[in-house]
């Protein structure tokens, strides 16, 4: 099945980004550890799926198990609201890969895809992995890469959004430089110092087709959960 081409508005990035969206994108969040890159995807993928009858699937390769959703809903990312109701699913890869260690990224995309293809009824609209760049995500060391930039284009033709999270360090380099290409929207988290304080911040590396914003602007957890706050 392959998602109608229409356009779309995502509430949290509209400080960032000024026009609709053009659906089946490749989302790519990059940024240091704690940056808020979990955050700001599940709350990307809260707000697509939010006015919908449709689903996402948010691969969790952090090792956390069953408290990453307690983590989310503690960051105040409304999983559990009424409106999203049981449609924002959550699935340890960690405890996958630890089932299936020979199985590579790639073919557990594909597999969640196609079994969610019978059990979600083909209403699967997002797909994210979370970081891609864990120990717990295994990719072939010969030809790994180039499979899975394959498959990531596949699932983008099929699906409304599909979203990568990778932490940018040294290891991850040439992970994130070949994801950087591919993907149509790239976001980069980091910290900025503000009044003797070191706060997260994003920043809009890419997002084609759409206007929006090149300054960075300061990622802000209130009460109501977490906004992009006006550029610095």
Do not use: C, Q
Request: proline fraction near 6%.
């Amino acid at each position: 099945m392959r998602t109608v081409e229409r356009g779309f508005s995502i509430s949290v990035l509209s400080p960032i980004i000024y026009d609709k969206i053009k659906t089946n994108i490749i989302l790519l969040i990059t940024g240091p550890p704690g940056s808020f890159k979990t955050v700001l995807m599940a709350n990307i993928v809260a707000d697509i799926i939010k006015y919908s009858d449709l689903y996402a699937i948010y691969l969790d390769a952090s090792g956390m198990g069953r408290r990453f959703e307690d983590y989310l809903a503690f960051m105040k990312v409304p999983i559990r609201s009424p409106l999203i109701g049981g449609r924002f699913i959550t699935m340890d890869l960690a405890k996958m890969f630890k089932e299936s260690p020979e199985r590579d990224i790639s073919e557990v995309l594909y597999s969640v895809r196609e079994t969610s293809s019978e059990v979600l009824e083909n209403k699967l609209a997002i797909l994210v992995v979370d970081p891609l760049d864990s120990p717990f995500v295994r990719l072939r060391p010969d030809y790994g890469l180039p499979v899975l930039v394959n498959s990531l284009i596949d699932l983008k033709s099929e699906l409304k959004v599909v979203g990568i999270v990778v932490n940018a360090n040294a290891r991850s380099k040439e992970l994130i430089e070949t994801l950087s290409v591919i993907s149509d929207a790239w976001l980069v988290t980091g910290f900025i110092s503000l009044k003797e304080k070191r706060i997260p911040a994003v920043k809009v590396k890419k997002f084609r087709g759409v206007r929006h914003s090149y300054d960075t602007h300061p990622i802000i957890l209130a009460e109501k959960g977490l906004r992009i706050g006006n550029p610095l």
